[in-house]
């Protein structure tokens, strides 16, 4: 989403882009690509359906270097969104065809650089990485874990994820009311709403078991988890974290009070309708979901990360729990399912925060800029 909404947002006449992704359906190709148009973006899905991971990661590369030589033309920059297996033999080629190169971090603890350094082969990583131009950082605790690294300070630059506040917005309460009716939720519920992945690191398995001390003190709470439910759906799923929290639900009979919707199309309109947002993560970069429920006005509840502090004062825009800590979680969301006033603070003021800092108008003139140095810089107007 981040991309897409990048994409949409630069100057059509001064800046072209398109996007190079996979296909997971396609049988594997060496030179064919899927090419489709995404809201006018163009996009190049690149066939590696391997069943083994590994051959699909190794056959992932080789389609990317292919598909570099023969568009080397057709680019300046490339923009890498995730420093990933594929990024490094990517940069490299960039380096030899002469382009310019940006990576962006995603999460702590995932594609940052101190976890980069522990991985196998952490220090040619981090080498490889030092022939980019430039690192983009989307929280404090990234940038903090760029500086430890022996790159270049000026090689690193923070820019937030962001959220498009025109389709992210709060509704009035006969809005909310009818769409409540048009999503089969009652009206007189207590909406609280996870949205993400299910996986081990999004804690949802805490948040299900801190859930039943909450519809003990607040009966006609609900808890939303939107995201996918079966292994069919998405690669955002770990089979085993999925059954034992369908397990748990039922064990503690707690079907009623939990749906799962599975992805949605209108993920805008289910944080419209909620009451309270929460985020019960391990590890994050900067949340998409969290910034998307702040844009809506949604009183948030997260673990206390650094990448989320950047987001959520406690006390003052949302609540903060202790990672791991249940009990302060069922603490945080009854105190704001009982009060509808100090949900109302938290919204108004996380809406405020989110267009100060967060719209993505403000992101995409920060990647234009971005992009314009790093132009002129090579010498192409």
Same mark, same amino acid.
């Given at each position: 989403?981040?991309?897409?909404?990048?994409?949409?947002?630069?100057?059509?006449?001064?800046?072209?882009?398109?996007?190079?992704?996979?296909? !997971?359906?396609?049988?594997?190709?060496?030179?064919?690509?899927?090419?489709?148009?995404?809201?006018?973006?163009?996009?190049?899905?690149?066939?590696?359906?391997?069943?083994?991971?590994?051959?699909?990661?190794?056959?992932?590369?080789?389609?990317?270097?292919?598909?570099?030589?023969?568009?080397?033309?057709?680019?300046?920059?490339?923009?890498?969104?995730?420093?990933?297996? !594929?990024?490094?033999?990517?940069?490299?080629?960039?380096?030899?065809?002469?382009?310019?190169?940006?990576?962006?971090?995603?999460?702590?603890?995932?594609?940052?650089?101190?976890?980069?350094?522990?991985?196998?082969?952490?220090?040619?990583?981090?080498?490889?990485?030092?022939?980019?131009?430039?690192?983009?950082?989307?929280?404090?605790?990234?940038?903090?874990?760029?500086?430890?690294?022996?790159?270049?300070?000026?090689?690193?630059?923070?820019?937030?994820?962001?959220?498009?506040?025109?389709?992210?917005?709060?509704?009035?309460?006969?809005?909310?009311?009818?769409?409540?009716?048009?999503?089969?939720?009652?009206?007189?519920?207590?909406?609280?709403?996870?949205?993400?992945?299910?996986?081990?690191?999004?804690?949802?398995?805490?948040?299900?078991?801190?859930?039943?001390?909450?519809?003990?003190?607040?009966?006609?709470?609900?808890?939303?988890?939107?995201?996918?439910?079966?292994?069919?759906?998405?690669?955002?799923?770990?089979?085993?974290?999925?059954?034992?929290?369908?397990?748990?639900?039922?064990?503690?009979?707690?079907?009623?009070?939990?749906?799962?919707?599975?992805?949605?199309?209108?993920?805008?309109? !289910?944080?419209?309708?909620?009451?309270?947002?929460?985020?019960?993560?391990?590890?994050?970069?900067?949340?998409?979901?969290?910034? *998307?429920?702040?844009?809506?006005?949604?009183?948030?509840?997260?673990?206390?990360?650094?990448?989320?502090?950047?987001?959520? *004062?406690?006390?003052?825009?949302?609540?903060?729990?202790?990672?791991?800590?249940?009990?302060?979680?069922?603490?945080?969301?009854?105190?704001?399912?009982?009060?509808?006033?100090?949900?109302?603070?938290?919204?108004?003021?996380?809406?405020?925060?989110?267009?100060?800092?967060?719209?993505?108008?403000?992101?995409?003139?920060?990647?234009?800029?971005? !992009?314009?140095?790093?132009?002129?810089?090579?010498?192409?107007?």
């Amino acid at each position: 989403m981040q991309t897409l909404n990048l994409c949409r947002k630069l100057p059509k006449d001064e800046i072209s882009s398109f996007v190079v992704t996979r296909d !997971y359906s396609s049988p594997p190709s060496l030179f064919k690509t899927k090419e489709e148009s995404v809201f006018d973006i163009k996009v190049h899905r690149l066939s590696t359906a391997f069943k083994r991971q590994s051959l699909s990661k190794l056959y992932f590369i080789l389609r990317l270097l292919v598909f570099l030589l023969f568009h080397r033309r057709s680019c300046h920059i490339v923009h890498i969104h995730g420093i990933r297996h !594929y990024a490094f033999p990517v940069i490299i080629a960039c380096k030899i065809l002469g382009k310019k190169t940006l990576a962006k971090m995603t999460a702590f603890g995932v594609d940052d650089f101190q976890k980069l350094k522990q991985k196998r082969f952490g220090r040619q990583r981090l080498r490889i990485l030092s022939l980019i131009e430039r690192v983009i950082a989307t929280s404090g605790e990234l940038s903090n874990s760029f500086r430890v690294s022996a790159m270049p300070s000026h090689k690193l630059v923070e820019i937030p994820n962001g959220v498009d506040t025109d389709t992210f917005k709060p509704l009035e309460l006969a809005e909310k009311s009818k769409l409540r009716d048009k999503l089969g939720i009652a009206r007189e519920s207590i909406v609280v709403t996870f949205v993400g992945g299910v996986i081990k690191r999004k804690g949802v398995d805490l948040l299900i078991n801190a859930w039943k001390k909450v519809v003990q003190a607040v009966p006609n709470a609900v808890l939303l988890i939107i995201g996918p439910k079966s292994k069919d759906e998405s690669k955002g799923i770990h089979g085993y974290v999925t059954d034992n929290i369908i397990e748990s639900i039922k064990k503690q009979k707690l079907d009623e009070t939990v749906e799962f919707t599975g992805y949605v199309p209108n993920v805008s309109e !289910y944080l419209q309708v909620s009451d309270i947002f929460v985020l019960p993560s391990s590890r994050e970069g900067l949340p998409n979901a969290l910034i *998307e429920a702040m844009a809506c006005g949604v009183a948030p509840v997260a673990t206390r990360l650094d990448c989320i502090s950047d987001l959520i *004062e406690h006390g003052k825009n949302g609540f903060l729990f202790e990672l791991g800590d249940r009990l302060q979680l069922s603490q945080r969301l009854i105190s704001l399912a009982k009060n509808p006033d100090l949900r109302d603070v938290f919204g108004k003021e996380s809406r405020r925060i989110i267009l100060q800092k967060f719209s993505f108008d403000r992101i995409a003139v920060s990647y234009v800029s971005l !992009y314009r140095e790093l132009l002129t810089g090579n010498g192409i107007r």
